[in-house]
């Protein structure tokens, strides 16, 4: 499995954009890239996923070079809610009896974002 | 909007004690996991499930864990024997498991603690 590398924490102003930039050098030609976001005491909830270039939905953007080596995860204009720790995941992904089956996922430390007023 | 539900959301139990964790995946989904999370340290996998059989399993999960889907809509983690190093916060999780876009829902954590 990829290892991931991502920031310890990072600190935003409400109202910023946040970029959270992710190491994944080792990516497989098979491997998604996944972004997760937990609250304290809570189930990590997904974002967003992505192969290459770039992804949009109603939360965030990530943006994957070409290389795929590396990846970033773009929160635009955050609240005091969007503290959280946030997690790159390099999803393997594997055909099992012709039905795509996901591994493991290998959760790394995660990114603590805080968002001050 | 569906979502994993997990019980009992706490589990106090003495080291040497058989606990079962109870986890009610998203209905149509085909693919379950177990996650486990040490208070202040990162998520941890334990072991993915489809078609009624473990597909991957982590270096943690050894002969004290078991799983099982025991009938239509319950999936549950069992520890043999408990340990005090037992004692965190386990997830389960489950997806869909269609071809390309593959998201896992997780419920919200059963805390166990092994005194």
């Known amino acids: 499995l990829a290892k991931t590398t991502q920031p310890i924490s990072m600190d935003s102003y409400e109202g910023q954009e946040v970029n959270i930039t992710c190491s994944h050098n080792?990516?497989?030609?098979?491997?998604?890239i996944t972004w997760y976001q937990q609250f304290p005491s809570q189930g990590p909830r997904f974002i967003i996923q992505?192969?290459?270039t770039k992804v949009t939905n109603e939360v965030a953007s990530l943006f994957i070079p070409a290389d795929r080596k590396s990846s970033t995860l773009s929160l635009p204009r955050v609240s005091l809610s969007d503290t959280a720790v946030y997690y790159c995941?390099?999803?393997?992904?594997?055909?099992?009896?012709?039905?795509?089956?996901?591994?493991?996922?290998?959760f790394g430390a995660g990114t603590q974002v805080v968002v001050t007023p | 909007e569906p979502e994993v539900t997990q019980t009992p959301s706490h589990q106090v139990t003495q080291m040497g004690q058989e606990v079962i964790l109870r986890c009610v995946p998203i209905?149509?989904?085909?693919?379950f996991y177990w996650y486990r999370q040490i208070l202040g340290q990162k998520v941890e996998f334990l072991v993915s499930?489809?078609?009624?059989?473990?597909?991957?399993k982590s270096e943690i999960f050894d002969d004290q864990f078991s799983v099982e889907r025991p009938d239509g809509s319950n999936f549950t983690l069992k520890i043999r024997s408990t340990k005090l190093e037992d004692s965190a916060m386990y997830f389960c999780?489950?997806?869909?498991?269609?071809?390309?876009?593959?998201?896992?829902?997780f419920g919200p954590g059963t805390r166990l603690t092994v005194l």
């Open positions: 999780a489950s997806s869909e498991g269609t071809s390309g876009y593959n998201e896992q829902f």
């Open positions: 080792n990516i497989a030609t098979n491997d998604y």
């Open positions: 992505g192969y290459k």
């Open positions: 995941l390099v999803g393997d992904k594997r055909n099992l009896l012709g039905t795509d089956s996901w591994g493991k996922f290998q």
């Open positions: 209905s149509n989904h085909l693919y």
């Open positions: 499930f489809y078609n009624n059989e473990i597909s991957e």
